[in-house]
């Protein structure tokens, strides 16, 4: 149906963190029948909690840092929301919320995967650059004042490695075509993928230890979950090979920071480029940021303006879709569809397209 000439209103209600406002606000323009109300993340008061009560969708930020917990998508906050169909993350990540929860309350969770994902990418190959050339390391020796000599602060070119991809899903594909066009040899895991599809997006399929051993820079792009926190411990990064590198870009907690510490303090690792941690952001005194072959930001990864922009868009034109009581395009959770479709009808009182 056109929304636009429906008289429903769909209510969706927002924190005000930080996103492309005037994108987000453009694409829903036509949609009159679409409201957002936008709230301070420090406003407590009835009006706020009033407009959970009656809204159709909770359009949230996937940065566990930036978000009050109380304003997490959980079931403390979930069970006061009886109209709340769908919940909309800002990104591709869904920290702050509670997938189970929601889907025991038959509430649909989307979020933008791939809408950052170029911007991921790009940083990623910031990070192998920078650690292959030792272009950070050299800069603060520089800045302190070191002697040291040219062949002191030697690394080594990219084209002939290879890339080893813990995941290839949006982010590591874009990674394998950057690698690709770089002259390297591109393998990836990914448990979820056949060969077929590996071979696809641009990578030989490997096993886990198989990427371990044979990969010169090692470049995590999977989901956290119950069975990847941890995936890269003591053991694994004990498999990889004298002098590779181990870069970061997802989420924190899959890799093991005081054994990452540890094979980097030790030489067997060559350097790790850091954008994730366990606690965001990490503090000054953390041991990882005190080694000069670790280069590490504030999970600004996937923060570009570009990237911002798509994000905004993805996310409007999926409200737009749940809205107009389409299947959305990136459902999180789509065990619940039975369940969803019977409260859309119930709570807006028509059928799904």
Not at 262 to 286: I, R
Request: net charge neutral.
């Amino acid at each position: 149906m056109n929304l636009s000439n429906s008289k429903n209103i769909f209510s969706i209600v927002r924190l005000d963190l930080p996103m492309d406002q005037n994108t987000y606000d453009t694409t829903l323009k036509p949609f009159d029948q679409i409201k957002t109300s936008v709230f301070s993340i420090h406003n407590q008061d009835a009006e706020l909690l009033n407009a959970f009560k009656t809204a159709h969708a909770y359009h949230v930020s996937s940065a566990r840092d930036d978000l009050p917990k109380p304003w997490f998508a959980k079931h403390q906050l979930l069970k006061n929301c009886p109209q709340l169909l769908a919940v909309s993350t800002f990104g591709a990540g869904y920290d702050t919320v509670e997938v189970k929860d929601c889907t025991d309350l038959g509430i649909c969770v989307v979020n933008q995967a791939g809408s950052n994902a170029r911007a991921v990418a790009e940083h990623a190959l910031g990070f192998m650059i920078g650690l292959a050339k030792r272009i950070y390391e050299g800069d603060r020796r520089l800045r302190r004042g070191e002697k040291f000599t040219r062949a002191q602060g030697m690394g080594f070119e990219v084209e002939g490695r290879t890339l080893g991809l813990i995941g290839i899903g949006h982010t590591g594909s874009h990674f394998a075509k950057i690698a690709n066009a770089l002259g390297m040899r591109v393998i990836a895991y990914d448990p979820f993928l056949t060969p077929d599809q590996i071979k696809s997006r641009g990578a030989e399929s490997v096993s886990f230890k198989e990427l371990l051993s044979l990969s010169d820079v090692v470049s995590v792009h999977c989901p956290r979950d119950s069975n990847t926190i941890g995936m890269m411990n003591e053991s694994t990064f004990s498999q990889m090979k004298k002098g590779a590198l181990f870069i970061a870009t997802a989420r924190g907690d899959i890799y093991d920071e005081a054994a990452l510490y540890q094979a980097l303090s030790s030489g067997h690792l060559g350097g790790a480029g850091l954008d994730v941690f366990s606690v965001e952001p990490p503090d000054a005194t953390h041991p990882l940021l005190s080694l000069d072959r670790v280069i590490a930001s504030y999970h600004t990864a996937g923060v570009s303006y570009d990237a911002r922009r798509q994000m905004a868009y993805m996310s409007a034109m999926q409200l737009i879709e749940i809205a107009e009581g389409k299947k959305p395009s990136r459902l999180v959770n789509p065990e619940v569809w039975p369940a969803y479709c019977k409260r859309f009808k119930a709570i807006l009182g028509r059928d799904i397209v």
